[in-house]
């Protein structure tokens, strides 16, 4: 592949990043510095198990407990990914209101956060799948916001 390919890619990817209110060009480049390229990962789980922002389970025969996150991928993404999340928690209602949600369910600030990144994980995956821009007028219960932004589960 050339050189000019992978930069209009990149280039690409960025702008479709940078489209989630919130999110700038600079850390959405940071953000496919340290992924590469979105399209390696054949669903969002796997690049969320690659932030290392996927949760860790213990269980015991009926016994089971959500730890913490694994912490298995780089730390530098997981950063960029928090400095992500405060952004999109503070410029976008869509995402404000999502981690309301979760901040009232956890009473936990920290995996509130989590909780944002994985979706802003699941959302970038998504918008960078199908090759278009954030809509924040499609609604939580959309098809379309649920094929392009979460489909990724499967």
Not at 51 to 65: E, H, L, M, N, Y
Not at 128 to 142: A, H, I, M, Q
Request: aromatic share 12%; hydrophobic share 40%.
């Amino acid at each position: 592949m050339l050189l000019e390919e992978i930069d209009h890619d990149q280039n690409q990817q960025i702008k479709l990043i940078s489209s989630i209110r919130g999110i700038s060009p600079k850390l959405a480049a940071h953000f496919l510095a340290e992924v590469k390229d979105v399209n390696r990962f054949s669903n969002a789980k796997k690049l969320i198990k690659y932030a290392g922002t996927d949760p860790v389970i213990k269980q015991s025969g009926k016994f089971r407990i959500n730890m913490s996150i694994s912490k298995q991928g780089s730390p530098w993404l997981r950063n960029i990914l928090f400095q992500m999340a405060v952004g999109v928690v503070t410029w976008n209602s869509y995402f404000r209101e999502y981690f309301l949600r979760k901040k009232k369910e956890f009473k936990s600030y920290k995996k509130a956060m989590v909780a944002v990144m994985n979706k802003l994980i699941r959302v970038i995956y998504g918008l960078c799948k199908k090759g278009s821009y954030f809509n924040p007028v499609l609604s939580f219960n959309s098809k379309n916001f649920i094929s392009i932004c979460e489909g990724s589960h499967a």
